[in-house]
């Protein structure tokens, strides 16, 4: 299986990129915010709880994708300080144990770009952060900081392209083939 680990800041297009990749691979989509609006409810983001049961929840989810062989699995996320530092190298190990590998994908785009996106109503139906006050205070304590993340094999700039142009390319850059269609 295919982990492919699309990772950027807030309103570079992760989710609408990964649905095109869904749709032109066959992956199944598992965006980070299916686990966050399952605990939010229950946690405040960032508590302990919150933060060990998200964890937990990706994982479990990826080991299962891995050991099931699924084709491939799309996984959408933003580093944030909230999340624990060994988060990614525990995924690395525990998809590679189960004879499968992660493909990281950087998403970047312009901040003017960004702030044209992040009050978007596609942003809001998912609790997404959606001011760009706090999204400029956030951003002053470092808290997007992508620095401890892996190399992206692929590193593609939204801003320059349309959704389904940026996932052809991450498909040609990784190998990966259209699915089949159906029947």
């Known amino acids: 299986m295919n982990l492919l680990f699309l990772y950027g800041k807030p309103a570079t297009g992760k989710l609408t990129v990964a649905r095109e ?108 952060l959606t001011s760009h006050v706090v999204y400029e205070k956030l951003e002053s304590q470092g808290v997007f900081a992508t620095s401890h993340m892996p190399k992206p094999e692929v590193r593609i700039d939204t801003g320059r392209l349309q959704p389904a142009a940026a996932a052809a390319q991450i498909m040609k850059e990784l190998g990966i083939p259209r699915a089949r269609p159906a029947g």
């Open 21 to 128: 990749l869904a749709a032109l691979t066959g992956y199944r989509l598992f965006h980070n915010h299916m686990t966050v609006d399952l605990l939010l409810p229950v946690f405040e983001f960032g508590s302990r709880p919150f933060v060990d049961l998200r964890e937990r929840i990706w994982l479990m989810v990826f080991e299962a994708a891995a050991k099931q062989r699924e084709h491939g699995l799309i996984f959408t996320f933003a580093p944030e300080t909230t999340v624990q530092p060994d988060f990614v190298s525990r995924t690395v190990d525990m998809v590679a144990t189960a004879g499968s590998r992660v493909r990281f994908v950087e998403l970047v785009c312009a901040m003017d770009e960004v702030y044209r996106r992040i009050d978007n109503q596609s942003r809001r139906q998912h609790g997404k």
